[in-house]
């Protein structure tokens, strides 16, 4: 069970915080007691979502910080560490979304979603790490997906940097666990957030459609915050039925490989018709 004053006064930062998952894990953090910098690289936005959770005093702190940015991240981190003496632990959770047909794919779009996704989280990791080890202590969590751990047709590009996030993070908890760093990889399914009408440009694309079984943010924060009290490496949220179809991917059980199929299938047929492909 997890400790409930774990988080108190604890030092975070949370990247992709205005809304979604981050906003969901920033609100959590300080209810538990946490100092939580919410990151975001647009100050109206980040201000916003920082402004809604002012009962919360000065312990959340509104970071300006555009995370396809190298140097961004690095001065980002740093001042944070400047100001509070120390980090505990990082939440790198800014990301985009991404289904469509390998086919009609550009480079672009290959480029973009791996800066947000991928190169986001290699500089945050980057910065952090040596600061970590210089105090002994620090917890990283990465935000990957349940398609960094079973691959879902129709979203190769946002798979490939999934799964590079989860063997990233599975990689440096083991390497770092003899020096007092923790790394745990977060891999939400259905989580109702604007993902879902947003594309890999981040760009919102009409109404806002969440699937029925989207499991509510709130939720989906608390469970993470307490696996990750908990040093948890990869977090499956929510734990179930994923866990079962994570498990069952990988014992290729044929039940498993149907549904992929079928997903396939499904998702092909929207595309070509205009439909809804959840």
């Known amino acids: 069970m997890a400790d409930l004053n774990y988080y108190k006064d604890k030092v975070c930062i949370v990247t992709g915080a205005n809304s979604g998952i981050g906003y969901a894990i920033s609100e959590e ?59 505990d632990i990082l939440f790198n959770n800014a990301g985009v979304g991404g289904t469509i047909p390998f086919e009609m794919a550009t480079l672009e779009d290959w480029k973009t979603i791996i800066d947000t996704n991928l190169w986001s989280v290699i500089y945050g990791v980057h910065a952090a790490v040596p600061i970590m080890l210089e105090q002994g202590f620090g917890h990283i969590v990465n935000t990957s997906s349940i398609a960094g751990i079973v691959p879902p047709p129709f979203q190769a590009l946002y798979s490939l ?28 399914a259905n989580i ?14 009409g109404d806002l459609r969440i699937p029925d079984d989207a499991y509510p943010a709130d ?10 009290a908990e040093h948890k490496g990869i977090i499956v949220v929510p734990e179930e039925p994923y866990t079962d179809l994570w498990k069952g991917y990988i014992l290729d059980r044929p039940e498993i490989e149907e549904w992929l199929q079928k ?3 499904d998702r092909r047929v929207a595309f070509e018709t205009g439909g809804t492909y959840f």
Not at 162 to 188: D, M, N, Q
Not at 219 to 228: E, G, P, T
């Open 192 to 205: 109702a957030t604007p993902i879902f009408n947003k594309g890999i440009d981040g760009q919102a694309r």
């Open 263 to 265: 997903m396939a299938h």
């Open 219 to 228: 939720k989906a924060a608390s469970l993470i915050a307490d696996r990750v």
């Open 161 to 188: 940097t999934k799964y590079g996030v989860t063997g990233l993070t599975e990689c440096l908890k083991y390497e770092y666990a003899e020096k007092g760093l923790h790394f745990s990889t977060i891999c939400p």
């Open 29 to 87: 953090l300080a209810k538990r007691g946490a100092i939580v910098y919410m990151a975001g690289r647009s100050p109206e936005k980040i201000a916003k979502a920082a402004g809604e959770l002012s009962a919360y005093g000065d312990r959340v702190r509104p970071l300006i910080m555009d995370v396809t940015k190298e140097e961004d991240v690095r001065k980002g981190i740093e001042g944070v560490v400047a100001e509070a003496s120390r980090l």
